[in-house]
């Protein structure tokens, strides 16, 4: 079946510090690759998406490409600040499917 | 509202009790999911409505959970018997059909069975 494995946090920055969050993923097909954000006290959000190969989702000066090669789709951002501090969830939706199979999440802190 | 609520926000349980847990999506929204999420994980999917019908209850871990959405709008979740093991954040989720590879998510509802 399809699963997504992301890389173990707590991930601790310092503000301005480049940020990597690993993530690879099993699936069939041609799956839509997502990352979620949770920040403290609120919802799951979604931060950005890609729908094919070599697409490249970005928002809020994070990025990540579909790498169908490597099966991966790491999230990066170049300067991190303190308000990124979350919970980001990599997830897939399979090709014909509608529902999402995420990761188990990585915890991000960054310090002032 | 604008966004997806649920409610209780929080359902504390003895073990043995039956819970109902609902979901109000966004207007108009046609497609509504449910997924489980444990402590430290990340959500399961558990069940998969588009409009009334239930198309995809894959996820349901047993028959003790049953969900439904009887006009195509409200949902609701229902434990009966809780179980320990049954304590996480319940997560409900619409979209529409023609954005339906974004799905927006409501705050969940944090059960507790003790």
């Known amino acids: 079946g399809n699963s997504v494995t992301q890389m173990e946090g707590p991930v601790t920055l310092s503000e301005e510090a480049f940020l990597t969050i690993n993530c690879t993923y099993t699936?069939?097909?041609?799956?839509?690759l997502f990352w979620y954000v949770q920040y403290p006290g609120e919802g799951l959000q979604l931060l950005l998406k890609?729908?094919?190969?070599?697409d490249k989702g970005s928002n809020k000066g994070f990025e990540a490409t579909y790498r169908k090669e490597t099966t991966s789709f790491h999230l990066e951002k170049g300067s991190v600040q303190v308000s990124d501090s979350a919970v980001y969830f990599c997830?897939?939706?399979?090709?014909?499917?509608?529902?999402?199979?995420f990761g188990a999440g990585t915890i991000l802190r960054v310090k002032s | 509202g604008a966004g997806v609520s649920q409610s209780p926000r929080y359902k504390v349980a003895k073990r043995g009790q039956d819970v109902a847990l609902r979901c109000d999506p966004i207007?108009?929204?046609?497609?509504l999911f449910w997924y489980q999420q444990a402590l430290g994980q990340g959500p399961e999917f558990l069940t998969y409505?588009?409009?009334?019908?239930?198309?995809?209850k894959s996820g349901l871990p047993s028959d003790r959970f049953f969900a439904e959405r009887p006009e195509g709008s409200v949902s609701t979740l229902k434990i009966q018997r809780t179980q320990q093991e049954d304590s996480a954040v319940y997560l409900c989720?619409?979209?529409?059909?023609?954005?339906?590879?974004?799905?927006?998510f409501g705050p969940g509802t944090r059960l507790t069975v003790l």
């Open positions: 699936a069939t097909g041609y799956p839509s």
């Open positions: 890609a729908t094919k190969a070599d």
């Open positions: 409505f588009q409009n009334e019908a239930q198309l995809d």
């Open positions: 207007s108009g929204h046609v497609s």
């Open positions: 997830a897939l939706r399979g090709e014909y499917g509608n529902k999402l199979v």
């Open positions: 989720a619409s979209s529409t059909i023609d954005r339906w590879n974004e799905q927006f």
